[in-house]
């Protein structure tokens, strides 16, 4: 756990979602562990694994937290990933079209503790999957994905910190 959780204040948590022994299904835990030290600066890093529990207190501790996770293919199709950003007083109204790989998700852990809490902005990071089988480590289909799905959260990354500065 990083100091933010105990000051109740922080800035940035960037929160890894998914299961590494069944494929693609890890590729948040993934992401997460790989990001760079530039990266990194006034950041918080988590891989949660399968450990969705602790995403609401990780959420409470930071002013803005980035959720990355598996998702299973949506209507709109293709390999990019989907970015959703909302705050928690929007999750009653936030479409069911979040369809985690887990049979209970960051989301439904986060609706349980949005008391108090809707100032916090979370933006969602969804990596659609196509192989979630039983098997350690990304596919080889993610594999080559990787490059670009990097590069889209180092941008994500930069934009979230740079707007917080703004209005800090």
């Given at each position: 756990m990083c100091r933010h959780v105990r000051q109740k204040k922080g800035l940035l948590a960037v929160i890894g979602v998914g299961n590494s022994l069944r494929g693609d299904d890890g590729i948040g835990p993934w992401l997460v562990e790989h990001l760079s030290r530039s990266e990194m600066e006034n950041v918080c890093a988590f891989d949660l694994g399968c450990y969705t529990s602790y995403a609401s207190d990780l959420i409470a501790a930071h002013e803005s937290s980035i959720i990355i996770d598996a998702v299973l293919v949506w209507e709109t199709g293709g390999d990019g990933p989907i970015v959703a950003a909302f705050a928690l007083a929007d999750l009653k109204s936030?479409?069911?079209?979040?369809?985690?790989?887990?049979?209970?998700?960051?989301?439904?852990q986060v609706r349980l503790a949005?008391?108090?809490?809707?100032?916090?902005?979370?933006?969602?990071?969804?990596?659609?999957?196509?192989?979630?089988?039983?098997?350690?480590?990304?596919?080889?289909?993610?594999?080559?994905?990787?490059?670009?799905?990097?590069?889209?959260?180092q941008r994500l990354i930069a934009e979230t910190r740079n707007e917080m500065s703004i209005y800090a």
């Open positions: 936030l479409p069911q079209q979040i369809k985690s790989t887990h049979g209970f998700s960051w989301l439904d949005e008391a108090g809490q809707t100032n916090k902005k979370i933006i969602f990071f969804g990596v659609p999957v196509h192989d979630e089988v039983w098997n350690e480590g990304l596919s080889a289909a993610m594999k080559k994905r990787l490059p670009r799905l990097q590069s889209d959260l």
